[in-house]
């Protein structure tokens, strides 16, 4: 498998039991403390959503969702969904939650179309998270204190899994640092957006990568975002572009950067309109999700997904997600991750 990474002299340093207590104790301990710090009340979500209503995220715009027909609505067909980016929105609106005040909830997906490795799985879970904020709030600076706040989070989570396997070793910065990414671009312009990555995040440990989705200087996005629900075009107070990003921490244990959180700035009407012309979307006007928004009738959020089998596998010193979670790999990929001293739940 040319994408598998297999660390030299890779051995695990818990064994299938602590595994599963230790996964146990750090969803428990973190999702407690990441609904502390952002004021977020647990609900309860869908694993899928009715296809044609925009609802579902799209993601890169480009990954095809799981369907299948209802029986008992004359075989209308549902999604099972990639992120709960929009139904979070609604679901704040409904529940009329104050601004400074959110909701979380445990997101089950099926990425069909995942390239797997290490990292990447057809499986996805993630605690998908929505907070109310006001139009003052709507900043780089605002979604840096958030960033922060959820960094805080995940260092505390670090610590008890140290205090609680002593074989294991701390490895985060005490700061996330942030950079822009077309300031990453200038950079490092000779490299590959993943290039730029991996360069960046070893150097500081913990990066934010502002302004994903949009168009760089070089006229070439860093990633993809879909235009409806991360405001990647509005330009900010520094005058740089973007109110959204990634989380990178440097992995020692795959010599990688891995993406643990995508989180920004939710879209207004005007952002929603300008993306929509940008990408050439404009007939997702009439979508049920983007007439509520462009009549007023959601609130202005941040929000964002925070994966639970990549914060289980970095606390825990794993070198592939298959040791966290259940799902299905190639074969081929099993006998290597065996013979690698990894072997796959």
């Not at 296809?51 to 029986?71: H, M, S, Y």
């Not at 505390?156 to 294991?168: D, F, I, K, N, S």
């Not at 949009?214 to 520094?238: I, N």
């Not at 966290?324 to 001293?341: F, K, L, T, V, Y």
Request: aromatic share 8%.
């Amino acid at each position: 498998m040319s994408k598998l990474i297999k660390p030299a002299g890779y051995k695990a340093l818990l064994d299938t039991t602590q595994t599963e207590q230790g996964i146990k104790l750090i969803k428990e301990f973190f999702q407690q403390n990441l609904s502390t710090e952002l004021r977020l009340r647990r609900v309860t979500a869908p694993l899928f959503v009715l296809q044609g209503l925009g609802i579902n995220d799209d993601l890169n715009g480009v990954e095809r969702a799981v369907t299948f027909p209802i029986k008992d609505l004359e075989d209308a067909k549902a999604e099972v969904v990639h992120s709960l980016a929009k139904w979070k929105r609604m679901k704040l609106s409904e529940d009329s939650i104050a601004p400074g005040y959110g909701i979380y909830t445990d997101m089950n997906a099926i990425r069909a179309d995942e390239e797997l490795d290490n990292l990447h799985s057809l499986y996805v879970d993630q605690w998908d998270w929505e907070a109310v904020i006001t139009e003052n709030q709507r900043t780089q600076a605002y979604l840096r204190e958030v960033v922060e706040r959820i960094y805080g989070a995940i260092r505390r989570t670090e610590y008890l899994a140290c205090e609680w396997y002593p074989q294991l070793k701390p490895f985060l910065p005490e700061k996330i640092h942030f950079v822009h990414a077309d300031e990453l671009l200038r950079m490092y312009p000779d490299l590959s957006p993943k290039e730029r990555e991996d360069k960046v995040t070893e150097r500081y440990g913990a990066v934010f990568i502002i302004g994903i989705g949009g168009k760089l200087s070089d006229g070439k996005k860093h990633d993809g975002r879909a235009p409806d629900y991360d405001d990647w075009s509005t330009v900010a107070e520094d005058g740089t572009v973007g109110l959204n990003g990634d989380m990178l921490i440097w992995y020692p244990v795959l010599d990688h950067a891995v993406e643990l959180s995508s989180m920004g700035i939710r879209v207004d009407k005007d952002a929603l309109l300008r993306q929509l012309e940008i990408e050439g979307e404009e007939s997702r006007k009439e979508l049920y999700f983007h007439r509520q928004l462009l009549d007023g009738k959601l609130p202005l959020t941040v929000g964002g997904g925070i994966g639970q089998s990549r914060l289980c596998m970095l606390m825990l010193h794993k070198a592939h997600v298959g040791e966290i979670q259940a799902s299905i790999w190639p074969e081929e990929m099993r006998r290597e991750c065996d013979e690698a001293g990894m072997p796959l739940i």
